[in-house]
């Protein structure tokens, strides 16, 4: 049984989520992995110097920022990781070390940021010969040491922009791999077979009405309150909204104490959003790539925001979805009346539809066999610019062959 261990940390929910979806996919598989997840910030407790000073992990700082929507400084807290980091790599190496010594592994592959070069070096040294993937998370990278390092070894990219950046970095083409999106965890291809028009009804809409959802993560944002009221009294066609506001119970007080114009749900934390995901038309909520990736998997036209308040390592996905014409991009949420009137023009909206139906993503289903093949060999070979994977129906044709059936 081969070994794999796959590196992540909770800053974002983005990171634990693709590991535990590809841990999911390749422990559903006949495949001989047997996969092993490194929570990176929990090895690291003992040299985290920001949690020594203040109490708090770097990752809960992190998360703190989002929840609080406190994002326009983050290129310049950008800059102090990257120093921070900097300056505790040979501790951070040290680590690694030992905790290789003592857990060996036939595959590394990590799905975070920052730290990368601290693997690929800990990797070379305590474990000379077992291959590291480094798997971005992000629609493209932000340089410089935030994703790409010259030390990694392979690279999975889940857009062209990114493999171009790992070519331009030097990079071999036959070590950087491109799949056909980002990482989703697998329940979000099993679409929820239902009746729309009675569950929309069920939930207190109106069955015919232009439904959007609105989501900004795992605690909501109060952006979201300011969505609401703009689009309660703006001028745009009729529509409705499904406010999902996680574990923010606050915020989801204050929305269903809300008086509106337009007909809204407002829920909590819920396991199912799948679910609510078929229930609309189209998404509002920030660009991030897991949010934009779930959406669009649901053919959801994307509506986001990008301005001095997005974070540097999103900024890209907002040009990707303009790039794509796979939805609109606003300058503030301010403009948000706006921008559902300009999607929801008839001629728009079935453009950006359509590009949103023809849109596949089977990037969970294609890396297992980029495993295999990084596993089974580390020699010089060709490998297509395109992902061969790409188009795979796991629900159809490839179900047996994913597992999931």
């Known amino acids: 049984m081969r070994k794999v261990t796959i590196i992540f940390f909770d800053a974002g929910g983005g990171h634990r989520n693709a590991a535990e979806a590809l841990q999911g996919v390749l422990e559903s598989q006949s495949r001989p992995w047997d996969v092993k997840l490194l929570n990176l910030q929990e090895l690291l407790d003992a040299i985290d110097v920001v949690r020594r000073a203040t109490g708090i992990r770097i990752q809960d700082g992190y998360n703190l920022i989002l929840r609080k929507g406190w994002t326009r400084p983050t290129p310049q807290l950008l800059v102090l990781l990257r120093s921070l980091v900097s300056l505790y790599h040979p501790r951070v190496l040290r680590v690694l070390e030992d ?13 975070i940021p920052l730290f990368n070069r601290a693997i690929a070096e800990s990797v070379r040294q305590s474990l000379p010969g077992t291959p590291f993937v480094t798997l971005l998370t992000d629609f493209a990278d932000t340089p410089p040491h935030f994703w790409m390092e010259p030390e990694s070894e392979y690279l999975i990219c889940g857009t062209e922009r990114a493999r171009q950046q790992a070519l331009a970095m030097g ?35 109106d069955p015919a009405l232009p439904t959007g959802i609105v989501l900004f993560g795992g605690h909501g944002a109060p952006a979201m309150l300011d969505i ?36 809204m749900f407002v829920e909590g934390f819920t396991p199912h959003m799948e679910h609510y995901m078929s229930l609309a038309d189209f998404f509002i909520g920030k660009p991030g790539p897991g949010s934009i990736s779930e959406a669009l998997q649901f053919h959801l ?65 294609e890396i297992p066999l980029i495993l295999d093949e990084v596993y089974q060999s580390h020699v010089p070979h060709s490998v297509p610019v395109s992902s061969p994977w790409t188009g795979m129906d796991p629900f159809g044709q490839g179900a047996a062959w994913a597992g999931l059936t």
């Open 171 to 205: 990079h071999p083409k036959w070590r950087v791999f491109e799949t056909s999106g980002m990482v989703m965890k697998p329940k979000f291809y099993k679409k929820p077979v239902l009746d729309r028009a009675a569950e929309r009804k069920r939930l207190g809409l």
């Open 228 to 263: 609401a009221r703009s689009l309660s009294q703006g001028n745009h066609p009729p529509l409705q909204l499904l406010m999902m506001c996680g574990h923010n119970r606050k915020l989801q007080a204050e929305l269903k104490g809300l008086t509106s114009d337009i007909p």
């Open 99 to 111: 905790y290789w010594a003592g857990n060996p592994t036939d595959l590394v592959l990590s799905v």
């Open 301 to 365: 036209p994307v509506i986001v925001e990008r301005n001095a308040r997005t974070m540097p390592q999103e900024r890209y996905n907002a040009d990707w979805l303009q790039e794509k014409r796979l939805g609109i991009v606003l300058s503030s949420f301010r403009e948000i009346a706006a921008g559902v009137e300009e999607l929801l023009a008839p001629t728009n909206f079935e453009e950006i539809r359509r590009h949103a139906r023809a849109y596949s993503n089977q990037a969970v289903f």
